[in-house]
């Protein structure tokens, strides 16, 4: 007999990116589903939903009323990381898990999230260190105003320079920002070996058709290949055509036809990482994450998250959009996360010295 357990979803299905959202929901209800026709497992989910709509004032209170009135102690959701911090305050007071599936910019590690997707010593080091030698290092960066566009371009910055590279310009969008002219003309202007794009949503869409444009105009003498470690397949039909050629690096890339992106995929393993760890242990829902890892490792079966990080093992996959699909371009090993980018099997990224001037 199957015990019964509520868990949370909170991505937004409608806002200024549905697409990423709709994409993990339904990835967290085909695992759910897998779960709970699986007799392998002693647990089947039963969902508790809310649509924070992409505004941000909402995630917080949406996920405090699933803590404390709907009997969920485990979320999946909040693809943005300002969602995700925004949340973090009340599972700490309510002891909840946020399951987190979606690519993000590292240097954090809370005690009640499970980060089940890249960081950037999985997605945006790799690409860079594969396309400055194919491209040349001469790099434009545009993103997101929020924090995984700050953070992206910081390490892009640290990453390009350590090469002897040069970054022609950096600039930043409000989410959902599509008066690109000042950008276009720049890029126009600047004609960088490569573009690495951390836009999001309707940003990202339009910037591409305007990239594509702008390749028209000047020819095949400026290509303009274009960087992202957050385009999956499910935002080909939103972006058209302008998105073919577009380079990304991620964990996994299916066939556009029937198959997964990494939103959707990362989320539908979630779920089952969740199934693994409570299997055999009733009353584990109300552990910490922590000791529900620990557990599984004293058992013999180890999860894919890191006991020490909370991060999750990923291979390494860099593809080039191409015919409306993903082609494989290069795949590293699995690796471990590096959230804070410490290890020391590589130059560390040197963080800016700061001192006091008077």
């Not at 897998?34 to 209170?61: H, Q, T």
């Not at 599984?296 to 093992?313: E, V």
Request: charged letters at 20%; one cysteine or more; proline letters at 5%.
């Amino acid at each position: 007999m199957k015990r019964n357990l509520s868990i949370g979803v909170l991505h937004s299905a409608s806002g200024p990116y549905a697409v990423l959202g709709r994409a993990a929901r339904s990835g967290v209800l085909r695992g759910v589903a897998e779960v709970n026709a699986d007799a392998a497992f002693d647990v089947a989910f039963s969902v508790v939903e809310s649509d924070p709509e992409g505004r941000l004032d909402r995630y917080a209170p949406l996920c405090r009323d699933m803590l404390r009135n709907a009997g969920v102690r485990h979320v999946f959701g909040c693809l943005t990381s300002s969602s995700r911090k925004e949340v973090i305050p009340e599972l700490e007071r309510l002891d909840g898990v946020l399951w987190y599936c979606a690519p993000y910019e590292g240097f954090e590690a809370s005690e009640q999230v499970a980060y089940m997707h890249s960081c950037p010593n999985q997605h945006l080091l790799p690409l860079l260190d594969w396309a400055m030698p194919t491209f040349g290092r001469r790099a434009a960066l545009v993103g997101s105003n929020y924090i995984w566009g700050w953070e992206i371009a910081q390490i892009a910055r640290e990453r390009i320079g350590a090469a002897g590279g040069e970054i022609l310009s950096d600039r930043y969008l409000a989410i959902g920002d599509t008066e690109l002219d000042h950008l276009i003309a720049e890029i126009r202007a600047l004609r960088p070996d490569f573009i690495v794009n951390s836009l999001i949503g309707e940003s990202s869409y339009t910037f591409l058709a305007r990239v594509a444009g702008l390749r028209a105009d000047l020819g095949e003498a400026c290509a303009l290949p274009v960087l992202s470690c957050n385009f999956t397949e499910v935002e080909i039909g939103a972006a058209g055509a302008a998105a073919e050629g577009l380079y990304s690096a991620g964990p996994y890339f299916e066939a556009a036809a029937g198959g997964l992106g990494s939103f959707a995929e990362t989320s539908r393993l979630a779920v089952h990482e969740l199934a693994r760890l409570l299997r055999g242990n009733a009353g584990g829902e109300t552990l910490p994450l922590a000791q529900l890892l620990a557990g599984a490792a004293r058992q013999g079966r180890p999860s894919r998250l890191d006991p020490d990080t909370q991060h999750a093992r990923q291979p390494v996959v860099i593809a080039q959009l191409r015919g409306g699909r993903f082609r494989e371009v290069l795949r590293l090993p699995e690796i471990a996360a590096d959230p804070y980018l410490s290890r020391r099997d590589r130059a560390p990224l040197a963080r800016p010295m700061l001192k006091v001037v008077s």
